[in-house]
């Protein structure tokens, strides 16, 4: 199956600054890639996606890139403010079936 | 419009005790899932279900079984609890099966098997 590796575990970063987090996956016939934010005590909720056929996707202070080649896809927030604290996951799906595989989610603190 | 909604939200059982988790959604979606969450291993599929009438299994559906009661509600089941079954769990729902269909997630239930 699809193992997708996420980096790193935890980030700190000061508010306004950026942050970006790396996903790497296994199968190259996964097509789909969504972001997950989980806040404290919910449950994820999507916030940004992209599909193999673009390379870059943007929306307002969040951007996700994906380079097909060699396997990897990121996030990127920009202007970075407290409420962006939360963990943050990445997906993938190897289009064989209707399930995603998870990354293990990064841990995003936005000092004030 | 209240999403999706999982009870109990937290539950203790001692081992070989069984239990069911129950989900509802009130958005008319057809597909609904269930997760499990573990502290380094992101989220896992248990079961899912395309449609009403219909569930498949996950990445990790051992020790578990599903019912999809109506088009609104998911059950999970732990017919005999183990300490490995000790997570969060959450349920979600999606208007259809396809992966590019937004999931939306409840707010979980964290279960402890002692």
């Known amino acids: 199956g699809e193992n997708v590796e996420q980096h790193p575990s935890t980030l700190s970063v000061q508010e306004g600054d950026s942050a970006v987090i790396k996903c790497t996956y296994s199968d190259s016939a996964s097509n789909y890639f969504p972001w997950y934010k989980q806040e404290l005590g919910k449950g994820p909720q999507l916030i940004i996606d992209?599909?193999?056929?673009?390379g870059e996707k943007k929306d307002q202070r969040i951007a996700v890139t994906l380079n097909k080649t060699a396997k990897h896809f990121s996030l990127h927030i920009t202007e970075t403010q407290p409420e962006d604290s939360a963990v943050y996951f990445c997906a993938a799906n190897p289009n064989t079936g209707n399930q995603f595989y998870f990354g293990t989610g990064t841990s995003l603190t936005v000092i004030p | 419009n209240a999403g999706v909604t999982q009870t109990p939200k937290f539950q203790v059982l001692k081992t070989g005790q069984s239990m069911t988790l129950q989900c509802a959604q009130d958005?008319?979606?057809?597909?609904m899932y269930w997760y499990r969450q573990d502290p380094g291993m992101g989220l896992r599929l248990i079961y899912y279900?395309?449609?009403?009438?219909?569930?498949d299994k996950g990445e990790v559906p051992n020790g578990y079984n599903v019912s999809r009661l109506n088009k609104r509600e998911f059950s999970l089941r732990l017919e005999s609890a183990a300490p490995s079954q000790t997570s969060v769990y959450f349920c979600a729902s999606s208007r259809e099966i396809h992966p590019t269909y937004e999931q939306y997630f409840g707010p979980g239930t964290r279960l402890t098997v002692t």
């Open positions: 992209i599909r193999s056929n673009v």
């Open positions: 958005m008319n979606h057809n597909s």
């Open positions: 279900s395309a449609s009403e009438g219909t569930t």
